[in-house]
C-alpha cells in the first residue's frame, strides 16, 4: 500500500470512528429534546449518520481494512457512552427550568462543530482518493461531504430559535423545557388544533421522552469523553493547552467540569498522556454529588438540596468545597446539614 492509500485509510478510520460516536451523541440528545422542528433535524441526522458510518465502515472492509485498531477504539467509546446511560440517575426535576433550554442550544452549536469537522475530514479523503485513482472512495466522500453540508445548513437555520427559547427561559422566566408541558404544547401547535384527544396523546409521549430524558446528564461525561477524541486544542477549556506544563495543567484542573474533564484526559491521552495529570484527573472525576451536578446553575443546585438528606447535602459541599466553591451553594448545603 503507497503512502497515500495508507493516508486514506487513516482517514476513513478517523471518519468511521467519529460516526460511530456520533450516533451515540445523537440518540442522548434526541432524548433531552422536546418534541418539534429541532427534535426532527436530529432524527434525521441520526438515520444519516447510521447511513454514513455503514457506507464507511463497508469502504474500508473493501479496502481490505476491517479490523483496524481504531474501530477499536470507536467501540470502546461507545461503551462508555452505554454505560452512562445506564447508570444515569438524575431525578427529573434537575432537567426541567432554565438549564433545559441552554443546553438544547449548546448541543446544536457542538453538532455545528462536529459537522464542520466532518467535512473537512470527508474533503480531505475526496482530495487523497482522487489523486491515487481511487474513484470509488472519491464517490463516497462526496456525497457524504454533501450531506454533512446540508445538515450543518439545516441546524444553522434552527440555532435563531433554539436562541429565542433560551431568551423566552431566562429573561422571560418561561422556560419550554419543561418536558411534559413543552412535548404537549409543540405537537398542538403543530398539528394547529388544541384537539384534547391529541393532547392526552401527546403527554402520554411526553412521559416517555421524559423517562428518557432522566437519563441523560449521566453522559455529560462520556460526550466530553467524544468530544475530547476529535478535540483541537482550542476545543479544550484551559489555554493554551500545550505550551503548559504538567504542573500548570494539574494547578487549573480543578475549576473544569466533568464534561471538561473528560474532553482534556481524552485528549491528553492521544497526545502527551503524561501521567501526573490523567491521575489527577481520575482523582477529580466521577464523585460529582449526582449525575449531571456541573451544569446546573447555583440557584437549580439550592432548589435540589431543599428536599435533600444529610448524605447528599454531605456531598454537596465537599464537592462544591473542592471545585466551584459557590458561596450560595455552600450556605445551602450547610443550612440543609444544620437542619437534618
Ligand atoms: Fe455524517
Redesign the pocket.
Known amino acids: 500500500m503507497t503512502a497515500d492509500q495508507q493516508k486514506i485509510v487513516q482517514y476513513l478510520n478517523e471518519a468511521h470512528a467519529s ?1 460511530r460516536a ?1 450516533v451515540r451523541v445523537l440518540q442522548s440528545q434526541i432524548a433531552m429534546t422536546p418534541s418539534g422542528s429541532y427534535r426532527s433535524v436530529l432524527e434525521t441526522h441520526l438515520r ?2 447510521h447511513r ?1 458510518a455503514d457506507h464507511v465502515g463497508l469502504r474500508l472492509r473493501a479496502l481490505g481494512q476491517g479490523g483496524n485498531p481504531v474501530q477499536a477504539v470507536a467501540g470502546a467509546v461507545e461503551s462508555v457512552v452505554g454505560q452512562a446511560l445506564a447508570l444515569g440517575k438524575t431525578p427529573l426535576d434537575l432537567l426541567r427550568g432554565s438549564g433545559g433550554d441552554e443546553k438544547i442550544l449548546k448541543n446544536a452549536k457542538d453538532t455545528c462543530a462536529t459537522e464542520g469537522l ?1 467535512i473537512a475530514t470527508y474533503t480531505a479523503i475526496e482530495r487523497l482518493a482522487k489523486q491515487v485513482g481511487d474513484d470509488e472512495t472519491a464517490q463516497l466522500a462526496t456525497s ?1 461531504r454533501e ?2 453540508q446540508r445538515m450543518l445548513e439545516r441546524v444553522l437555520r434552527e440555532i435563531p430559535k433554539l436562541t429565542d427559547a433560551v431568551v423566552r427561559a431566562e429573561v422571560h422566566d418561561d422556560p419550554s423545557y419543561d418536558v411534559t408541558k413543552t412535548g404537549a404544547a409543540d405537537a398542538v401547535r403543530d398539528a394547529g388544533h388544541a384537539a384534547q384527544k391529541r393532547t392526552k396523546q401527546t403527554t402520554a409521549t411526553a412521559r416517555r421522552t421524559a423517562r428518557r430524558a432522566r437519563k441523560v446528564p449521566g453522559v455529560a461525561r462520556a460526550e466530553g469523553q467524544i468530544k475530547g477524541a476529535v478535540a483541537s486544542e482550542s476545543d479544550l477549556a484551559i489555554a493554551r493547552y500545550d505550551s503548559l506544563t504538567a504542573d500548570e495543567i494539574v494547578s487549573r484542573l480543578g475549576d473544569l467540569s466533568q464534561i471538561d474533564l473528560a474532553k482534556v484526559d481524552s485528549y491528553e491521552r492521544r497526545h502527551q498522556d503524561r501521567t501526573t495529570i490523567l491521575s489527577r484527573i481520575t482523582s477529580l472525576r466521577g464523585d460529582e454529588p449526582w449525575a449531571g451536578y456541573d451544569e446546573l446553575t447555583a440557584a437549580e443546585v439550592t432548589r435540589a438540596l431543599s428536599d435533600a438528606d444529610e448524605e447528599r447535602a454531605g456531598k454537596v459541599r465537599s464537592y462544591e468545597r473542592a471545585h466551584k466553591n459557590r458561596a450560595g451553594v455552600l450556605k445551602a448545603a450547610d443550612r440543609e446539614l444544620t437542619h437534618a
Request: proline letters at 0%; charged letters at 55%; a negative charge.
Open positions: 460516526e456520533l444519516e449518520t454514513h466532518e457524504i450531506d454533512e
